[in-house]
């Protein structure tokens, strides 16, 4: 009854996330959700009780399927098998810039796309990105702290800081090419990351 419960609720989840990506949060009204997760009125208040719980929610989803990717991404024993810990980074720099580019909206951070919009509007979604962002930037850092350990990296690097610091830039390039339809800032993100990521000498 549970798995039932729960593979309904995520299907919602899902249902809207692209629409959201694409439209953000305010742009997108319930009628579109209930057409899109094909459900009527009734049973989306049975899984969710406003729409901002379901935005706090849609976050959340994200935030845990990214982690995994990310985890994937950056672990020794996933995507990135066979590479030192600086080189497993910079391929998930890529992947980023490779990504946003896209227009494809199921592909889109929804980060990048929620967090001016929703900061202000609610605190609870505003919370949730706060969180996810904070253990983003963990991940990373827990990366970097291995490259100074097995010597890919360089010790000057203060791993927390340096990870706020690129995750941060890499946000900020996302906006200025999603304003100017332009990869360049992503790809200058990604000169001073290779820059920033310095192998010892």
């Known amino acids: 009854m549970r798995e039932h419960y729960d593979h309904n609720k995520r299907h ?23 057409a899109a997760a094909q459900i009527p009125k009734g049973s989306f208040y049975h899984y969710f009780g406003s729409k901002e719980q379901y935005g706090r929610e849609l976050i959340q989803h994200y935030v845990s399927a990214y982690l995994e990717r990310l ?8 995507q990135g098998q066979g590479e030192d810990a600086r080189q497993r980074l910079l391929t998930y720099w890529g992947y980023w810039l490779e990504s946003q ?12 796309k929620l967090s001016a919009e929703v900061a202000d509007l609610s605190d609870d979604m505003r919370q949730a990105l706060h969180e996810g962002t ?6 990373i850092a827990a990366c970097i702290e291995e490259g100074i350990a097995e010597g890919s990296l360089h010790t000057v690097l203060e791993p927390q800081a340096t990870a706020t610091m690129l995750y941060q ?7 200025l090419s999603r304003l100017g339809r332009d990869r ?18």
């Open 169 to 175: 830039q890499w946000l900020g390039a996302s906006l």
């Open 12 to 34: 919602i989840l899902q249902a809207g996330h692209a629409l959201i990506a694409q439209k953000g949060y305010t742009g997108v009204g319930l009628a579109e959700i209930l």
């Open 71 to 78: 985890d994937h991404a950056l672990s020794d024993h996933g």
């Open 134 to 139: 904070q253990r983003f930037i963990g991940r």
């Open 101 to 112: 580019c896209c227009q494809e909206a199921e592909q889109r951070c929804l980060v990048v």
């Open 184 to 201: 360049a800032p992503m790809e200058a993100a990604m000169l001073v990351t290779r820059r920033v990521l310095v192998a010892p000498r």
